[in-house]
């Protein structure tokens, strides 16, 4: 291989591990919305397997089995699987151990006046109320950002 292949190989390369990293960092952010999506597909696919494949059994079409157990597999996903709450607060444990880890552990002190707690993943684009997804800005430096989505840098602070 060339030396100019393999420059581009380690440039395509280096490129898909940072997104890859960015990714990861948003994804492990919204804990909440991944689990509920997964657990409702996980419901909602085995509840169509059991019906499509009953109705089959009992010689209804394909085309009307596969249809029915779809709308019976969803409906079922809707009414058993509780969507995560949608606090916009954290627990006042949480926000404990958030201002601990930003400010206690620098020699500050948490004044309301002048601290947020601001959501890294905000909460309209999915983010959770982990530890891991919160932390302390400055008041302004939060009411500027408003319900954006970290930039790649973002994670690096």
Request: aromatic letters at 8%.
């Amino acid at each position: 291989m060339p030396v100019n292949d393999l420059a581009v190989v380690a440039i395509v390369g280096t490129v898909f591990l940072i997104l890859a990293w960015y990714l990861y960092q948003i994804a492990s952010r919204k804990m909440e919305t991944i689990r509920y999506k997964i657990r409702s597909s996980v419901v909602g696919l085995v509840v169509y397997l059991m019906v499509a494949y009953v109705l089959v059994a009992q010689g209804l079409p394909l085309f009307e089995a596969v249809s029915v157990g779809v709308l019976v597999g969803m409906g079922s996903a809707w009414l058993l699987i509780r969507p995560p709450r949608r606090d916009r607060r954290p627990s006042k444990a949480v926000r404990r151990e958030v201002i601990a880890r930003d400010l206690t552990s620098k020699g500050l002190k948490w004044d309301p006046t002048k601290h947020h707690i601001d959501h890294l993943v905000p909460r309209s684009q999915g983010g959770d109320n982990s530890p891991r997804n919160l932390r302390v800005v400055e008041k302004q430096k939060n009411l500027r950002k408003g319900g954006k989505m970290p930039g790649f840098w973002d994670f690096l602070k």
